[in-house]
């Protein structure tokens, strides 16, 4: 009989609950996981002094742990705050950049335009005097129309400068013509023959052909820039789904619901995590790039001789070479009018001052012209770096986030946290973006539902691209839809209160996701269920002693 005790006691201590990582058979206090759970803003209602059976677990492995129902749940929906505040945190990061280079280059447009503008003014005033100050309003109206189409206006810059010629071309024989009484029909027949007689010489096309192509160009940058941290607001807002969340749980807390706080994640345990995570964002890289290496191309046309400064700065220039030229040829141009439109009759006044201040305008404006700094070179090699830099940012946002959390050091991959105990994570690194994720073991994410707000802002990337090669080639381009986002207002995530099924945070699941084979003491984790369950030797003692006695 005594055999049958022994070997029954034997099979006893096989089969009798092993509390924590020593083998201990008395429970592990929580009084660490207590600390913990408190300094997150947690109260401690509920939380257990020592361990407890963990079959209630949804999310960690359901071993012996010191997490109720409730603290998973909390913990769960921290982790995910807390990611989703890491993700907004870079993506602020990542929009003051653009926005910062967005009101350098803006400003310092601006501030070309305002110089050339007041070059004009100040020059044109004291060389060419009346004739100037007559007319003042046709030069002022069109670097009014020059800053209106920058900002995004809907205006045909060619129109805009056509109109500049033919309205001046007015002005001037008007001026230059004083002493006949002139209609509006008349001046309307002027202009309409500016194309025959050229009185400005090849000022207007080459003009047009100049500042077309360096407003245009800026124009594309500058919205390239806006479009671009739009982007980067918009998805930073896309909230996490609860698979995603469920993942974060399982690497950030679970090992503290397991008594191993101090384990941190393995490096591949922790890329998959996020790769999963950030799959949908993973896929804006593509037309990420090619609309920063478009932005490239565009900010390459701003600097050297026949860069934004030059052009600018010469408008003052090239329309006073247009005047005098026409001023000059003035006899001709008369007499060619007088044939097309009609001869004037003689009633207005006798002097135009138009002679004097010809002579005058010879030597002024191009003495005054100024030269091109260095400003702009600096400007589009600091701009060229931040977005060569910016290349790679969401497909190198998981290893970002990854980079202070997992675990370093000699032996490393041999004691870190895989998702279920300390040892070596053995699933393949997933690749980037969302097809790349359709056998990823810690994210179950369905391949054929992408993000919607993340795919309007593809679009979104796409179309600033195209409108940006477009400027590289001088062909003018509509930004009046720019604001008009196919996005719309929202999100395109449901709220927690819409979502929610049940009082839980986290929807039960009743299957866990299909997992690689671990090391043996995964196993031990994935049975420690049993551990609850009374020694089998307890009800098989009576037994043996009963069929003794007979």
């Not at 660490?32 to 759970?37: A, H, L, N």
């Not at 839809?481 to 927690?496: Q, R, Y």
Request: with cysteine; charged share 25%; glycine share 6%.
């Amino acid at each position: 009989m005594g055999s049958f005790i022994i070997a029954a006691l034997a099979l006893c201590s096989l089969t009798a609950p092993a509390h924590g990582d020593k083998g201990t058979s008395k429970a592990r206090s929580c009084s660490d996981i207590r600390q913990f759970y408190s300094g997150k803003g947690f109260y401690l209602d509920g939380v257990p002094q020592s361990e407890i059976s963990g079959e209630h677990l949804r999310i960690c492995p359901q071993g012996y742990t010191c997490c109720t129902s409730d603290m998973e749940d909390n913990l769960a929906s921290l982790s995910r705050r807390e990611m989703e505040g890491l993700l907004k945190e870079a993506g602020r990061s990542l929009q003051t950049s653009l926005n910062g280079q967005y009101k350098i280059f803006d400003g310092y447009f601006l501030e070309l335009l305002n110089r050339s503008a007041l070059t004009l003014d100040e020059t044109f005033t004291t060389t060419y005097g009346l004739l100037y100050s007559q007319n003042a309003q046709v030069f002022s109206d069109l670097y009014a129309d020059l800053r209106q189409y920058y900002r995004g206006s809907n205006i045909n810059l060619e129109e805009v400068l056509n109109e500049f010629w033919a309205r001046l071309m007015e002005k001037l024989f008007h001026q230059a013509n004083k002493q006949y009484v002139i209609g509006e029909d008349y001046l309307e027949c002027v202009s309409k023959q500016i194309e025959t007689l050229r009185p400005f010489a090849d000022t207007p096309r080459v003009m047009k052909m100049m500042v077309t192509r360096t407003f245009v160009a800026a124009r594309s940058f500058v919205q390239g820039l806006l479009v671009s941290g739009e982007v980067v607001r918009k998805v930073s807002q896309v909230q996490l789904s609860p698979e995603c969340t469920r993942a974060m749980m399982r690497m950030t807390y679970c090992p503290h619901c397991r008594g191993m706080a101090s384990a941190r994640p393995c490096a591949n345990y922790c890329s998959n995590v996020m790769k999963g995570c950030l799959a949908n964002q993973a896929d804006l890289n593509t037309e990420w790039r090619h609309l920063a290496e478009t932005m490239m191309q565009v900010a390459d046309r701003f600097d050297g001789p026949s860069g934004v400064d030059s052009v600018v700065l010469s408008l003052p220039y090239r329309i006073s070479e247009a005047v005098l030229n026409m001023m000059d040829n003035m006899a001709t141009i008369n007499s060619k009018l007088f044939q097309a439109c009609g001869n004037l009759r003689e009633g207005g006044t006798s002097s135009t001052g138009v002679e004097e201040a010809t002579k005058r305008g010879r030597f002024t404006v191009e003495d005054r012209m100024e030269t091109s700094s260095s400003k702009m070179d600096k400007l589009v090699s600091d701009v060229t770096v931040r977005l060569r830099d910016m290349q790679s940012y969401w497909v190198s946002l998981p290893s970002l986030l990854c980079s202070d959390r997992v675990a370093t050091g000699t032996g490393a991959e041999e004691k870190c946290w895989n998702g279920m105990s300390r040892a070596r994570y053995l699933p393949e690194v997933m690749g980037d973006g969302l097809a790349s994720q359709i056998n990823n073991p810690e994210v179950e994410i369905d391949i054929t539902k992408p993000d919607m707000t993340i795919r309007q802002q593809i679009m979104q990337l796409k179309i600033m691209t195209h409108r940006s090669k477009n400027a590289l080639n001088g062909q003018d381009v509509d930004f009046q839809d720019t604001s008009d986002d196919v996005s719309g207002s929202g999100s395109g995530m449901c709220t927690e209160e819409m979502c929610s099924r049940g009082p839980r945070l986290i929807d039960p699941v009743t299957e866990r996701p299909i997992r690689y084979p671990y090391l043996p003491e995964n196993k031990k984790v994935k049975a420690s269920a049993n551990h609850n369950l009374p020694c089998v030797a307890t009800y098989l003692i009576p037994l043996l002693l009963l069929l003794l006695r007979r």
